[in-house]
T-cell receptor
Framework: AQSVTQLGSHVSVSEGALVLLRCNYSSSVPPYLFWYVQYPNQGLQLLLKYTTGATLVKGINGFEAEFKKSETSFHLTKPSAHMSDAAEYFCAVSDDTGRRALTFGSGTRLQVQP | ETGVTQTPRHLVMGMTNKKSLKCEQHLGHNAMYWYKQSAKKPLELMFVYNFKEQTENNSVPSRFSPECPNSSHLFLHLHTLQPEDSALYLC???????????????FGPGTRLTVL
């Protein structure tokens, strides 16, 4: 069975500071990994995804994530936080076998302080 | 319309009411999903439909009844709900069976349901 762990339900950074949101996964087969963002009272928007190929993935709004198989991690980063980045971020995993459904982490709420 | 749309965006209902949530996807996908998002709880997958057939029901109470008349439309019929059913209900779609894309799901804006 697959699982996702997001360390830190709340992360607070200052505007202009580095954003680092942690995600570790468990999967018995090569995973596909996703980050979604949810702004207040909205649905989930795909930020970026890793399926195959380059392990450093660039997404929208200046975010990127690196797939590290040895660490079973897919941490999300952004060099410089902006006030508009305040939202909830969800990491998810799926694979190309069996159920194929997404398994989501519990989410990390990002606060950006002026 | 593009993407995934959901109506209504907000719904308030009493415990004896019957109402329906509607989801429509304009992406040409063949799989659709209902999720429940409650405060301080992880996203919960409720139902999965592939090519209009229900393939997953995650032990959802029978007061929630899904319907998928075609690959573009998904409904969630609600009756005799409880206050603890108040939540954001999210619909998503994906291209089931396409390998290499990891089942990328695209979400609608959700329906905020309040049960009084």
């Amino acid at each position: 069975a697959q699982s996702v762990t997001q360390l830190g339900s709340h992360v607070s950074v200052s505007e202009g500071a580095l954003v680092l949101l942690r995600c570790n996964y468990s999967s018995s087969v090569p995973p596909y990994l996703f980050w979604y963002v949810q702004y207040p009272n909205q649905g989930l928007q795909l930020l970026l995804k890793y399926t195959t190929g380059a392990t450093l993935v660039k997404g929208i709004n200046g975010f990127e994530a690196e797939f590290k198989k040895s660490e079973t991690s897919f941490h999300l980063t952004k060099p410089s936080a902006h006030m508009s980045d305040a939202a909830e971020y969800f990491c998810a995993v799926s694979d190309d076998t069996g159920r194929r459904a997404l398994t989501f982490g519990s989410g990390t709420r990002l606060q950006v302080q002026p | 319309e593009t993407g995934v749309t959901q109506t209504p965006r907000h719904l308030v209902m009493g415990m004896t009411n019957k109402k329906s949530l509607k989801c429509e996807q304009h992406l040409g996908h063949n799989a659709m999903y209902w999720y429940k998002q409650s405060a301080k709880k992880p996203l919960e997958l409720m139902f999965v439909y592939n090519f209009k057939e229900q393939t997953e029901n995650n032990s959802v109470p029978s007061r929630f009844s899904p319907e998928c008349p075609n690959s573009s439309h998904l409904f969630l019929h609600l009756h005799t709900l409880q206050p603890e059913d108040s939540a954001l209900y999210l619909c998503a779609s994906s291209q089931a069976g396409a390998s290499g894309v990891g089942n990328t799901q695209y979400f609608g804006p959700g329906t905020r349901l309040t049960v009084l």
